[in-house]
């Protein structure tokens, strides 16, 4: 089966508000709870693999002035969440409806439980209204409903269950089609993009610098961005191309990770690989002598990279796919936007990878717009090597003698190499969150 590149960026392109992964969890408790309107569940119950915890252990829930919690998303999505919205579960979520979510949090039991040997996204919820059980399962993808019954049995006519099974057959297809291709196949595709693909390729541009603009207006989050913008202008570090793609992308993930009701264009299924695949790009576009379309189509490139390294690596893993994921989508679009040739692409990719591939993903939090910071400052940087006749060898490291290769190590290096590694991130996250409990 092949993909067109307007069905790989509608399934691999949407708005999401807030961290995925808390976001899956508010889904799923949503999802359970609609079958049961007008009722509140006496219990919450649910039950995540080790990349959703660890994502979603400390980042704040968009909306909730400060709050976090796998718990709090659990409640606040049972409570107050609307399934049919997807990753925008809580957008309708407001003050009033977070104190009750959190009051209730205080009388009726809300428990998450780690599922230690399983692989791959994974959420279930089981929430108990009296004497009736209602499951929801999200396997796969962070959006992909798969299962949604009550006392055992199948909801009938469930359109949620409808529409995400569909789309997660797709998306299983896509990623065994997508590791089929070549850079120069994802190159050629970007002739087809139609006016309708543009439109939507600049929804996202919006979307991400909404959220820029806020992080810089109002130092959210770290505040990583804002004080490179303030550097700057103190002189103390020189605007260029670099600086000015990681003041964008740090500001816009200081805005995310700090808990901003602003939806972020997200790509590969996170907000942040969305933020680190389009901004590098639009930032760079103020520094060459292109058109708008050409910055289109280099963030297409950008999506389709950061698809093609994401099929190889699984949506999570203990390498932090902001870096050598969307990184690599990054740099080969600003690669694309500087005139290079696909030479010049498969060079900054190899650039790229052997500057960030050890990377670490150690959950969603503030301090990832410091890694978005580097991703995007090295993405510029690998491109402008490249088109400048400096390029990685193959003989090193991990390198492959290809983009396809590289970006097929990292994949091993995502599934084989660190798993252990993962189990001990997410092992002194969890030593360091319940000592912080007790005290």
């Keep these: 089966m092949t993909y067109s590149v307007k069905e790989i960026l509608h399934l691999e392109v949407s708005p999401a508000l807030g961290c995925t992964e808390p976001v899956a969890i508010a889904l799923a408790t949503a999802a359970a709870a609609s079958v049961m309107p007008g009722k509140r569940p006496d219990k919450i119950e649910v039950w995540v693999d080790p990349n959703i915890y660890k994502n979603g252990l400390a980042v704040i829930i968009p909306g909730t002035g400060g709050l976090n919690g796998l718990d709090t998303a659990a409640a606040l999505g049972a409570l107050h969440g609307d399934p049919s919205l997807g990753l925008e579960v809580l957008e309708p979520l407001n003050e009033h409806g977070t104190k009750d979510a959190c009051k209730y949090k205080d009388t009726h039991p809300v428990t998450v439980n780690l599922l230690?040997?399983?692989?791959?996204?994974?959420?279930?919820?089981?929430?108990?209204?009296?004497s009736n059980i209602v499951e929801t399962i999200i396997e796969g993808v962070h959006d992909n409903i798969i299962s949604l019954t009550i006392d055992g049995e199948p909801v009938k006519d469930s359109n949620l269950v409808k529409n995400h099974q569909a789309q997660k057959a797709d998306v299983s297809k896509l990623e065994d089609f997508i590791k089929t291709l070549s850079l120069d196949d994802l190159v050629d595709m970007?002739?087809?993009?139609?006016?309708?693909?543009f439109e939507f390729l600049k929804e996202g541009v919006i979307y991400n610098m909404r959220l820029a603009d806020y992080g810089l207006k109002h130092g959210s989050g770290l505040g990583v961005g804002a004080t490179f913008e303030k550097l700057a202008r103190m002189k103390i570090l020189?605007?260029?191309?670099?600086?000015?793609?990681?003041?964008?992308?740090?500001?816009?993930?200081?805005?995310?990770?700090?808990?901003?009701?602003?939806?972020?264009?997200?790509?590969?299924?996170?907000?942040?690989?969305?933020?680190?695949?389009?901004?590098?790009?639009?930032?760079?576009?103020?520094?060459?002598?292109?058109?708008?379309?050409?910055?289109?189509?280099?963030?297409?490139?950008?999506?389709?990279?950061?698809?093609?390294?994401?099929?190889?690596?699984?949506?999570?893993?203990?390498?932090?796919g902001c870096s050598v994921?969307?990184?690599?989508?990054?740099?080969?679009?600003?690669?694309?936007?500087?005139?290079?040739?696909?030479?010049?692409?498969a060079g900054a990719i190899t650039n790229l990878t052997e500057d960030l591939a050890g990377i670490i993903c150690d959950g969603a939090k503030s301090g990832c717009a410091l890694k978005l910071a580097t991703a995007a400052g090295t993405a510029v940087q690998a491109a402008l090597f490249a088109v400048h006749g400096v390029n990685v060898h193959s003989t090193d490291?991990?390198?492959?003698?290809?983009?396809?290769?590289?970006?097929?190590?990292?994949?091993?290096l995502s599934t084989q190499g660190m798993i252990d590694t993962d189990r001990t991130i997410l092992k002194i996250m969890l030593e360091k969150h319940f000592a912080n409990a007790e005290i």
Aim: glycine share 12%.
């Design 190 to 197: 970007i002739s087809d993009l139609d006016d309708q693909d």
């Design 238 to 320: 020189s605007r260029d191309m670099i600086l000015s793609a990681r003041i964008i992308t740090s500001a816009a993930s200081d805005a995310r990770m700090g808990g901003i009701k602003l939806p972020a264009m997200s790509s590969g299924g996170s907000g942040n690989h969305g933020l680190t695949a389009i901004l590098p790009i639009h930032a760079v576009r103020e520094y060459v002598d292109c058109s708008e379309r050409t910055m289109l189509e280099a963030i297409a490139l950008s999506h389709l990279v950061t698809a093609y390294v994401k099929a190889q690596t699984g949506r999570l893993s203990a390498v932090c």
């Design 116 to 130: 230690e040997d399983r692989h791959g996204i994974y959420v279930r919820a089981l929430l108990t209204f009296g």
């Design 397 to 412: 490291g991990i390198i492959g003698v290809s983009p396809e290769q590289t970006m097929q190590n990292i994949g091993t």
């Design 325 to 345: 994921a969307a990184g690599a989508g990054a740099t080969a679009g600003v690669t694309y936007l500087m005139g290079g040739t696909t030479n010049h692409m």
